[in-house]
């Protein structure tokens, strides 16, 4: 079963706009973790934000944690074409570190 | 190597054969995981090693379904009697444990005609 729900499932933008993504889970986590996919193959790691800390950045990459409410935003700042692709939020919870992710949200940005 | 790597990329395969896909992830990453994704679909977590503990199955789907881990490294995943609903690409990772991302190979697209 997916843990997270991200909204919106598709977002298209122009470039130089910002995207934000949110994503809602369940259960309590130990951390939370986005990930991007080009063309339906391999996923790559974009940051973990762990569940004491409120805010992370990492380049153009801003993530926030509410984990009153159990959700997450991630923001792309002055969005290029190559960061059209597919969004994922995922959540370790327990005692192991198996990911549970959601549906992801596809971005297009247009040149 | 630098990555993890799966093989094979593709594999079409007739409904009823067996199928196997590897992954070799990267090198001194304890925990190894397979995932399961279907067109346009998230991401279905299959089965999970860590170290030397026996596997997590409560991800695989029916008992056609078995992987194993061979020296704490290379893994295989097994699809017994394919069906036409297997068809999907499956994704291995590794990591170093909770706290850490995963590294994802580039997947093994299995097509089941």
């Known amino acids: 079963s997916q843990q997270g729900e991200e909204d919106p499932q598709a977002l298209s933008i122009q470039e130089g706009e910002n995207a934000t993504m949110n994503c809602s889970y369940k259960?309590?986590?130990?951390?939370l973790q986005w990930y991007r996919q080009n063309s339906g193959r391999g996923l790559v790691h974009l940051i973990l934000?762990?569940?004491?800390?409120r805010e992370k950045h990492s380049g153009r990459l801003r993530v926030t944690l509410d984990t009153s409410k159990k959700s997450s935003s991630l923001l792309i700042t002055a969005s290029r074409a190559a960061d059209t692709a597919s969004y994922f939020c995922?959540?370790?919870?327990?005692?192991?570190?198996?990911?549970?992710f959601g549906e992801g949200t596809q971005l297009t940005v247009n040149p | 190597g630098a990555g993890v790597s799966q093989s094979p990329s593709n594999k079409v395969t007739e409904k009823g054969k067996d199928v196997e896909l590897r992954c070799d992830p990267i090198?001194?990453?304890?925990?190894l995981y397979w995932y399961r994704q279907s067109l346009g679909q998230g991401l279905e977590f299959l089965i999970y090693?860590?170290?030397?503990?026996?596997?997590?199955k409560s991800g695989l789907p029916s008992d056609r379904f078995s992987a194993e881990r061979t020296g704490g490294s290379v893994s295989t995943l097994t699809i017994q009697r394919t069906q036409q609903e297997d068809s999907a690409v499956y994704l291995c990772?590794?990591?170093?444990?909770?706290?850490?991302?995963?590294?994802f190979g580039s997947g093994t697209r299995l097509t089941v005609v």
């Open positions: 990772a590794s990591s170093s444990g909770q706290g850490f991302g995963y590294t």
């Open positions: 259960t309590s986590i130990n951390n």
């Open positions: 934000i762990r569940s004491n800390e």
């Open positions: 995922a959540t370790v919870s327990g005692w192991d570190s198996r990911l549970t």
């Open positions: 090198s001194g990453h304890t925990a």
């Open positions: 090693f860590q170290g030397n503990s026996a596997p997590d």
